[in-house]
């Protein structure tokens, strides 16, 4: 399938060094099959990767209000991907993982407190990205089933790489949190160099990012304003015992603190 370029708005978001190309976009289109199989098992897998953070983290009562809630709605994704799966007739087989998740994983430091604030900051690049590909497909999918799966899940993704924000913000100075994250970003954009992966090598993760930056700034990605393609963010529900005044959860509404996706 082609596609016809893809339009800022939809193809940009905040975190992201370098935005999804319309290479990738054309193989997923074409193998919307497998997408779909390793869309439940990303859901699955972010849901095991917040409950991980909390067994690491066992006392900290702040970080276990936020991730539970995440962890709990992305195995509802994960239900209502199984369930049009199954529809179809499509059996959620393993797949190969590209080597996404395990390079960035890598770049995780070992000591703490770096290894807690790279933790945050990888969970949220990569929900960002699947945020930015999840809006490409929503846009042009060309079944009406699957743009409404997509459509439908944008805002909580957006609201998760939230989530993500307010943990390091919670923990650490803004500027300590942006110098970090400018070069996890820079990683996050390289493990998705290179071509695009075609047929059974499709995935929600693999390579396919356009090397035009259309004057997008590496040094400054914060300061986030709503996303979009699905509107303002809204924000999470104040978890127990957290003081209001910092934060998105503090903001009301798409505020400028929230890391969300770019639309300039
Ligand atoms: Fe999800
Ligand atoms: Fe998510």
């Known amino acids: 399938m082609t596609v016809a370029p893809l339009q800022p708005a939809a193809a940009r978001i905040r975190w992201l060094a370098a935005p999804s190309s319309t290479a990738w976009l054309e193989q997923a289109l074409a193998r919307p099959d497998l997408v ?3 869309h439940a098992h990303c859901e699955r897998k972010a849901a095991g990767a917040a409950l991980q953070l909390m067994f690491r983290y066992p006392g900290d009562e702040q970080l276990a209000a936020l991730l539970s ?12 991907v199984l369930a049009l799966l199954q529809r179809r007739g499509i059996v959620l087989r393993p797949l190969a993982a590209p080597p996404y998740g395990s390079e960035l994983s890598k770049a995780v430091r070992r000591q703490e407190p770096q290894r807690m604030l790279d933790a945050f900051l990888v969970a949220g690049l990569i929900e960002a990205r699947s945020h930015e590909r999840m809006a ?3 846009a042009h999918a060309p079944d009406l089933e699957m743009r409404q799966l997509y459509g439908d899940l944008l805002a909580s993704e957006a609201r998760h790489f939230g989530l993500y924000w307010l943990l390091c913000e919670q923990r650490w100075p803004r500027r300590t949190v942006i110098e970090r994250l400018v070069e996890l970003a820079a990683l996050e954009s390289r493990c998705l160099a290179g071509s695009p992966a075609s047929g059974e090598g499709v995935r929600m993760h693999s390579p396919g990012v356009s090397s035009s930056r259309s004057g997008r700034r590496t040094d ?3 300061d ?3 996303c979009p393609p699905c509107g303002p963010v809204p924000p999470p529900p104040p978890p127990r015992g957290w003081s209001p005044g910092r934060g998105p959860a503090a903001t009301g509404s798409a505020g400028a603190r929230r890391p969300a996706v770019r639309g300039d």
């Open 224 to 226: 986030p304003p709503a």
């Open 220 to 222: 400054r990605p914060a």
């Open 136 to 138: 490409l497909l929503a």
């Open 36 to 38: 779909l199989i390793d």
């Open 69 to 80: 809630p995440l962890a709990r709605e992305e195995l509802e994704h994960f239900e209502r």
